[in-house]
């Protein structure tokens, strides 16, 4: 990792001096998103509306709603993803590489209905089929901070608005993104939003219906980038694979959390639909979508130099 810049303080990266006061009253937060850490495997799966309707009655059978608020039905969620200038995460992802991280900023909807819950930051790690995942939520200081490109502060208020993460490990995650920032010079490259259901059961069990994606760029201007050396062939060729497999509207991903195995009815169902499990990224998929489906590398080249030309 490179040696920190003076944007990243001594202060701010190891959150020297900040105690929280005896008198604090942290606000209990409803979001149950907002978790210390955990980590599981993951398959995915791609269905089409129909097969998704079928696999839904099958889930109502075995399985509770999950839902982010209690009694909401669904959940829109808006996530910023982060990437260097170079779009380093989106060539891991691509390249399936043994070890790939994703930053974003998730803020959530229940039913629909957008409220001031604060924004919560992810930083989620894919190793070997596992993944691990640290959140928590955000100050609306350290929301504008990172969101420019800055590291995060350790604050009485950040703390205060975390009462479920310990300090210590609060400090560690903090540490962790911040090197991530000033290492990859991250900032917002896209905004993906998307309608969520979710569904738990036992053993840990979790499968989560993500339909309806739609992109927003954002800081990094993605169809530039791509059409760069930054970019290799092999990389786009796998970034356009997996955009062929989804169009939104007609396709929903579906994700199944477990500790080791899926249950028995849903392995029944994938197999008697002929569904194999696949390699899904919705940032990968938005990526491609923004630079442009069916556009080469020496396409968007060519382009650059025609647009410099005019």
């Not at 937060?29 to 079928?54: H, M, Y």
């Not at 060539?91 to 039913?111: E, F, M, W």
């Not at 290492?183 to 309608?195: I, S, T």
């Not at 497999?245 to 994938?270: A, D, K």
Request: aromatic residues 8%; negative net charge.
């Amino acid at each position: 990792m490179q040696t920190m810049t003076s944007e990243a303080t001594l202060e701010e990266i190891l959150g020297m001096n900040v105690d929280l006061p005896v008198n604090a009253k942290p606000q209990a937060r409803e979001n149950p998103a907002v978790q210390e850490e955990f980590q599981s495997i993951k398959d995915e799966v791609l269905l089409s509306r129909k097969q998704a309707g079928l696999l839904l009655e099958e889930v109502n059978r075995c399985m509770k709603p999950s839902p982010l608020q209690k009694g909401a039905l669904f959940t829109l969620i808006a996530s910023h993803y982060f990437d260097s200038p170079e779009l380093a995460f989106f060539r891991q992802h691509s390249l399936q590489a043994p070890k790939r991280y994703k930053l974003r900023i998730n803020r959530y909807a229940p039913d629909g209905a957008w409220n001031e819950e604060a924004p919560v930051i992810e930083l989620k790690s894919d190793e070997n089929g596992v993944s691990r995942k640290r959140r928590f939520a955000l100050t609306q200081d350290n929301y504008e901070r990172v969101t420019t490109g800055k590291t995060l502060k350790m604050t009485d208020e950040l703390l205060a608005l975390n009462p479920e993460a310990d300090r210590e490990n609060l400090l560690i995650w903090l540490i962790t993104i911040n090197g991530f920032i000033v290492e990859h010079r991250l900032k917002p490259a896209l905004k993906l939003q998307y309608r969520r259901l979710a569904f738990e059961a036992a053993d840990r069990f979790r499968l989560t219906m993500d339909t309806d994606l739609k992109i927003d760029a954002l800081d990094i201007d993605v169809a530039r980038v791509a059409g760069t050396r930054a970019i290799a062939g092999k990389v786009w060729d796998e970034a356009e694979r997996v955009a062929s497999e989804y169009e939104s509207g007609r396709h929903c991903v579906v994700r199944l959390n477990h500790t080791g195995r899926i249950p028995q009815w849903v392995e029944s169902f994938l197999k008697r639909h002929e569904i194999e499990n696949t390699s899904f990224s919705k940032y990968c998929w938005a990526v491609n979508e923004t630079a442009g489906p069916g556009t080469s590398i020496p396409e968007a080249i060519d382009g650059q130099f025609a647009a410099a030309l005019d």
